[in-house]
Nanobody, 128 residues
Framework: QLQLVESGGGLVKAGGSLRLSCTAS????????????MAWFRQAPGKDRDLVAT????????DYTDSVKGRFTISRDDTKNTVYLQMNSLKPEDTAVYYC?????????????????WGQGTQVTVSS
């Protein structure tokens, strides 16, 4: 079973930056971290959990929700079993709990239901 642990959240002023990390451990038999597509989702109080960014198994494909394009960058380092989310020019509306997620596959995943493994989440708060 894959375990995901997020870190890097915190309180930042609008316009600031944060880098989230998600480190994976364990896996299903026959698979490695490089077999997993990864993503960052976020959930604000009273709202649905929405996709922020997704990256495929090789790191060669990425996609973002429109509201973060040009500000956030997802990347992965398979030597460290880690996926990152670099967040720049943060806005108060980026405030949410950010979750790392994974599934075994070759493409990108856009829906919560596509992901089999989830981290516990890390709080990001952007003050105005």
């Amino acid at each position: 079973q894959l375990q995901l642990v997020e870190s890097g959240g915190g309180l930042v002023k609008a316009g600031g930056s944060l880098r989230l990390s998600c480190t994976a451990s364990g896996t299903v038999p026959g698979a490695t971290f490089s077999n997993y597509a990864m993503a960052w989702f976020r959930q604000a109080p009273g709202k649905d959990r929405d996709l922020v960014a997704t990256i495929n198994w090789s790191g060669g494909l990425t996609d973002y929700t429109d509201s973060v394009k040009g500000r956030f960058t997802i990347s992965r380092d398979d030597t460290k079993n880690t996926v990152y989310l670099q967040m720049n020019s943060l806005k108060p509306e980026d405030t949410a709990v950010y979750y790392c997620a994974a599934f075994i596959g070759y493409g990108l995943g856009y829906s919560v239901n596509e992901y089999d493994h989830w981290g516990q989440g890390t709080q990001v708060t952007v003050s105005s």
